[in-house]
């Protein structure tokens, strides 16, 4: 048997019936361009998630108060809004953390609320982070123009601002705004820096770039901030990250109760939410899979049409010496070949669609969601197909001749 | 199954042994061929005649191994082909036999070279040297002019042209017409008559399977099937 003549055999009947052979893709197309966008969704999610936990900084604790994380492990959001009115962390409990030292790095005591910022260009409002200047080295903050707070400013309760980029763009477009002056809350404050971007979009979640770092003094005297949002730990490898809980956990317990506390690792959020996220996009590409199924009962049914169509053809090629393998072959080929090429049009469209999703929405073509697309719509075409070509490989050759 | 020792003269090219066909009617069984032996040889031109419902369409697809007989033996090219798997009589089918139908049956958007092709697809060969032979046979037959047109640019005459170099693209040992002229005019049907004589004359085994006595009487052998049995075997003297 000569495969590539079957193959062209069934190419040349695949655009005999062009009309019929483009809806009958089309059910495939859809279903792979739908499972490759879900997909691209889940899988963009991933990586937006994973980027933003990276400009966190790395080995990094959170020491929150109350009972953010339960007993159980699980997360307790009520606890977690109720805890921070009532926040019992101190800048005392934060000397105790940086005596510590080994493992422990760097700690950075935050204290955040909102403001009302004011330029004259303009005002707008915003999220307000009150910390130390540990709290550069931790989160990796830099500044494109001037510098971040120093321990001087902190002691001494000055009244300087770092601004985030894009205050900086709204409030001073077209001026360097270091040097001048911002009014938060009708307070006067000099900029002295202005933050590195930290993520190209925004999607969920506090727009860091709209934030106003302050000194946390200062914050406490002029602004009247005064519960710790959190306690940022920095502990010097991965390895420690237990360790530096544990003697966290031992320190904190002298003077609060354990109730008053909660020490979160950022992997294990990340752990979490990677989770969620690969769940999701597995469940959403198993929806998508669905129209994927459809499509290849579509194959399934203009096959059968083919079958009982060119049941004379068949007799025929068996009278002059094809053996039912022959026949199977040439209309699987033939299903595999309509199955196939859906599948590619459906990847093209899915990546040229994920890219055009992705003004709105971090969404990332995953290679192995595109191979496995492929490999899908080829054995859609090889399961759809093996029920008709096996119907004509078992014809008859005499009843197939005179078939009218 | 005959267990006697079957003899074939050595220029036998299929033969049939007390070969019977039944088919299963619900609870009755129809025998529509019985106990038939015969044999053709190497160059012969048999004509196999018989009104409708005779057996000789069974005959020749039993012949052709395109159906298998119920009881006896039949041997084709002086090999035993009586019980071969569908694989097996396909590959023989292929080497051996040529077909040419009432209805032509060429496949529809397919030129006439690559209808005349078709039988060589299932045993491979060099696909040049194929080409020119089935140009080379097509222009014999009066068809180089329409070597790449399709079966509906061509006459009825000219489709059972084509029909015939298909026939005989793998040399076989043995053409079967089943009413070659029944679907055309007298004139074409006249051609084809001269073609079947003419591949006689160059030595090719050919059986003709009509109930047209006229067409008959072209043959040198006449075998008349009534009612599943052979009635009569006449050679014309030549």
């Known amino acids: 048997m000569n495969f590539a003549v079957i193959a062209r055999t069934a190419s040349v009947s695949i655009l005999r019936n062009k009309m019929r052979s483009v809806l009958t893709t089309l059910g495939v197309v859809i279903g792979v361009l739908s499972v490759i966008l879900l997909t691209s969704i889940g899988n963009g999610l991933t990586v937006f998630v994973e980027d933003q936990f990276k400009t966190l900084g790395s080995n990094l604790l959170i020491v929150s108060p109350g009972e953010i994380v339960s007993e159980e492990g699980g997360f307790n959001p009520d606890a977690a809004a109720l805890s921070l009115s009532t926040s019992k962390l101190s800048l005392a409990d934060v000397s105790t953390l940086e005596r510590i030292g080994y493992p422990l790095k760097d700690v950075a005591p935050v204290i955040e609320g909102s403001g009302e910022f004011r330029s004259d260009q303009g005002k707008r409002s915003g999220f307000i982070m009150a910390t130390t200047p540990a709290y550069s080295t931790l989160r990796n903050t830099k500044t494109t123009k001037g510098r971040f707070f120093s321990e001087a400013d902190v002691s001494s309760n000055r009244k300087v601002a770092v601004i985030g980029s894009k205050i900086a763009d709204k409030l001073y477009s077209g001026e360097n705004p270091v040097g001048q002056k911002i009014t938060i809350n009708r307070i006067r404050f000099d900029i002295i820096g202005v933050a590195e971007p930290k993520s190209s979009g925004s999607f969920g979640g506090p727009d860091i770039d709209s934030a106003i770092y302050l000194p946390i003094t200062t914050a406490r005297t002029a602004l009247g901030f005064d519960k710790i949002s959190m306690i940022l730990v920095q502990v010097v490898d991965e390895q420690e990250i237990d360790r530096g809980k544990e003697k966290i956990a031992v320190a904190l317990a002298k003077r609060l109760n354990p109730e008053d506390f909660s020490i979160t690792d950022q992997s294990e959020i990340l752990e979490t939410i990677q989770t969620i996220l690969s769940t999701l996009t597995v469940g959403l590409a198993g929806i998508a899979a669905i129209s994927l199924v459809v499509g290849g009962i579509g194959i399934m049914n203009i096959m059968l049409v083919a079958v009982s169509e060119r049941t004379r053809e068949i007799g025929l090629r068996k009278a002059l010496g094809a053996t039912p393998s022959n026949i199977m072959v040439q209309f699987l080929i033939e299903s595999v070949v309509l199955s196939t090429l859906g599948g590619m049009i459906g990847i093209i469209l899915g990546v040229l669609g994920t890219f055009a999703m992705r003004r709105f929405f971090p969404a990332t073509p995953a290679l192995n969601s595109i191979l496995l697309a492929f490999g899908v719509s080829l054995a859609t075409g090889v399961i759809f197909g093996v029920f008709p070509a096996r119907k004509a490989a078992a014809l008859n050759p005499i009843d197939a001749l005179r078939y009218e | ?238």
């Open chain 2, 1 to 238: 199954m005959s267990t006697k020792k079957n003899k074939t003269s050595p220029d036998s090219v299929l033969s049939l042994f007390h070969v019977s066909k039944d088919y299963q009617l619900g609870d009755e069984t129809l025998r529509v061929l019985d106990d038939v032996s015969l044999e053709i040889k190497s160059g012969e031109l048999v004509a196999i005649i018989g009104p409708s419902g005779s057996g000789k369409s069974t005959l020749m697809h039993i012949m052709g191994l395109l159906d298998r007989q119920s009881k006896g033996t039949v041997t084709l090219a002086g090999r035993d082909v009586s019980d071969l798997s569908e694989a097996e009589a396909a590959r023989l089918r292929n080497h051996y036999v040529g077909f040419i139908f009432q209805q032509f049956n060429l496949l529809p958007r397919t030129s006439s070279v690559e209808n005349v092709l078709l039988p060589t697809i299932y045993n491979g060969g060099d696909a040049k040297l194929l080409q020119q032979k089935a140009i080379k046979i097509l222009s014999e037959l009066g068809l180089d002019q329409r070597l790449g047109n399709y079966p509906n640019q061509l006459s009825g005459g000219q489709q059972q042209r084509v029909a015939i170099a298909r026939a005989l693209i793998n040399d076989p040992a043995v053409i079967f017409a089943d009413e070659p002229t029944g679907n055309l005019d007298s004139k074409s049907g006249h051609e084809v008559v001269e073609i079947l004589k003419n591949l006689n004359k160059q030595g090719r085994t050919i059986v003709i399977v009509t109930h047209d006595p006229e067409l008959a009487k072209m043959a040198h052998r006449i075998i008349h099937i009534f009612d599943g049995r052979i009635k009569s075997d006449k050679r014309k003297k030549l």
